[in-house]
């Protein structure tokens, strides 16, 4: 039997009601299955952490994470604890640390779970969002200079790599090409911005030449949010870079009914480490504690978590089973229903153990 060691990282705010709620899950799907068993070890890391012990982590956090085969990450963030801290203390050390340079987020519109756009359902909208996870507008790189005064400067420069355009552009088109309709959509502002956009564009269409079955186009970040609202069928898988998928991906979740049903894959593709699989909300401490966090995002995330460890089937069984769910109406808040995050969790369980 297939054995998988995963690292859970609840966190903070609704971090651990969503990811019990995927474990309970994953259980009920090992369990049915028979034939993987998950080894689960959860780290307290995260706010809570930072009061006692002045970081996010400890010192040898990700070098402890690399025995495992996946991470699976909460949320953090907390009302008390500054942003640059929560964020850079934990999250992105990891995402770094394992060079998790392709940022998967699948997008669409489960069945019934409304869009807010008139007319559009279940099929209409169906995209995978490919976000550059390592370089571009989220580098780090600029400073300030004469600080404070009139003649303040800010800079904020995006570093583009060859290699980094690179590899992302062909994880892109490979996923393109394993997608039914076989068809990539390259996202840049080439038009504005003549440097590292205009080399974007020219890797893309080197790296299409070494998939010649897949369609692609190019858009403006700027009209492709237009084309998202007004003709979402005609997209199928979307790469670019770090900020504009950052964006893109928010448009995306809210086209689709909910922040709260949208997951995210943080991948090394070359598997020299482990990959991390979380909900895109963060900790929403409005909510945290309540009993109505929407564990779908978390599910969501979970099958993806699955397909990366080499468990098709039983990540499909996984969607499945939310699917037949939110069909069902048994609906958080967030999404207008009534149910609790515990009701959304034992139907899904159930809905697995029950599935011929
Ligand atoms: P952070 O600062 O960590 O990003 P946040 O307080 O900004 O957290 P988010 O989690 O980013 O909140 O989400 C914004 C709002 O969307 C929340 O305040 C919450 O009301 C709602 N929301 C987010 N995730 C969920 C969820 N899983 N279930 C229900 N509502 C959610
Ligand atoms: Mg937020």
Redesign the pocket.
């Given at each position: 039997m297939k054995h998988y060691r995963i690292a859970a990282i609840p966190a903070?705010?609704?971090g651990p009601e969503?990811i019990a709620a995927g474990l309970q899950a994953l259980e009920a799907l090992a369990r049915r299955d028979g034939g993987f068993r998950l080894e689960v070890e959860s780290f307290d890391w995260g706010s809570d952490y930072y009061r006692k012990h002045g970081a996010m982590m400890p010192e040898d956090g990700t070098e402890r994470l690399k025995a495992f085969d996946a991470i699976f990450f909460g949320?953090?963030?907390a009302p008390d604890v500054p942003?640059h801290i929560t964020l850079w203390g934990l999250r992105l050390p990891i995402c770094q640390g394992f060079d998790q340079y392709a940022n998967v987020r699948p997008t669409k519109i489960l069945p019934g779970i409304r869009s807010p756009l008139a007319g559009v359902g279940p099929g209409d909208l169906d995209w995978v969002i490919v976000r550059e996870n390592s370089e571009g507008e989220y580098a780090g790189c600029g400073g300030r200079a004469h600080r404070g005064l009139p003649e303040e400067v800010g800079t904020e420069v995006a570093i583009f790599t060859r290699v980094g355009v690179t590899r992302i552009m062909r994880y892109a088109f490979r996923l393109a090409q394993a997608r039914p309709r076989k068809l990539l959509t390259v996202v840049t502002k080439s038009n504005a911005q003549r440097h590292g956009m205009v080399m974007w564009d020219e890797i893309a269409a080197e790296v299409a030449r070494e998939f010649p079955d897949v369609t692609w186009d190019k858009m403006l970040v700027d009209a492709m949010t237009v084309r998202m609202t007004l003709k979402p069928k005609s997209l199928d898988t979307i790469v670019a870079t770090n900020l504009h998928a950052d964006i893109l991906s928010d448009l995306a979740g809210a086209l689709a009914g909910?922040?709260?049903v949208a997951p995210t894959a943080n991948i090394d593709p070359e598997r020299r480490f482990p990959s991390m699989f979380e909900?895109i909300?963060?900790?929403?401490?409005?909510?945290t504690g309540k009993g109505?966090?929407?564990?779908i995002?978390t599910f969501w995330t979970a099958s993806q978590m699955l397909e990366h460890l080499g468990e098709p089937a039983a990540a499909a069984r996984l969607m499945a089973a939310v699917e037949q769910v939110t069909a069902q109406g048994i609906l958080?808040p967030?999404i207008g229903g009534t149910a609790t995050t515990r009701e959304v969790t034992d139907a899904v369980c159930e809905a697995i153990r029950s599935a011929n």
């Amino acid at each position: 039997m297939k054995h998988y060691r995963i690292a859970a990282i609840p966190a903070d705010g609704i971090g651990p009601e969503v990811i019990a709620a995927g474990l309970q899950a994953l259980e009920a799907l090992a369990r049915r299955d028979g034939g993987f068993r998950l080894e689960v070890e959860s780290f307290d890391w995260g706010s809570d952490y930072y009061r006692k012990h002045g970081a996010m982590m400890p010192e040898d956090g990700t070098e402890r994470l690399k025995a495992f085969d996946a991470i699976f990450f909460g949320a953090v963030g907390a009302p008390d604890v500054p942003d640059h801290i929560t964020l850079w203390g934990l999250r992105l050390p990891i995402c770094q640390g394992f060079d998790q340079y392709a940022n998967v987020r699948p997008t669409k519109i489960l069945p019934g779970i409304r869009s807010p756009l008139a007319g559009v359902g279940p099929g209409d909208l169906d995209w995978v969002i490919v976000r550059e996870n390592s370089e571009g507008e989220y580098a780090g790189c600029g400073g300030r200079a004469h600080r404070g005064l009139p003649e303040e400067v800010g800079t904020e420069v995006a570093i583009f790599t060859r290699v980094g355009v690179t590899r992302i552009m062909r994880y892109a088109f490979r996923l393109a090409q394993a997608r039914p309709r076989k068809l990539l959509t390259v996202v840049t502002k080439s038009n504005a911005q003549r440097h590292g956009m205009v080399m974007w564009d020219e890797i893309a269409a080197e790296v299409a030449r070494e998939f010649p079955d897949v369609t692609w186009d190019k858009m403006l970040v700027d009209a492709m949010t237009v084309r998202m609202t007004l003709k979402p069928k005609s997209l199928d898988t979307i790469v670019a870079t770090n900020l504009h998928a950052d964006i893109l991906s928010d448009l995306a979740g809210a086209l689709a009914g909910s922040l709260g049903v949208a997951p995210t894959a943080n991948i090394d593709p070359e598997r020299r480490f482990p990959s991390m699989f979380e909900p895109i909300h963060g900790s929403a401490f409005d909510i945290t504690g309540k009993g109505i966090a929407n564990p779908i995002a978390t599910f969501w995330t979970a099958s993806q978590m699955l397909e990366h460890l080499g468990e098709p089937a039983a990540a499909a069984r996984l969607m499945a089973a939310v699917e037949q769910v939110t069909a069902q109406g048994i609906l958080t808040p967030d999404i207008g229903g009534t149910a609790t995050t515990r009701e959304v969790t034992d139907a899904v369980c159930e809905a697995i153990r029950s599935a011929n």
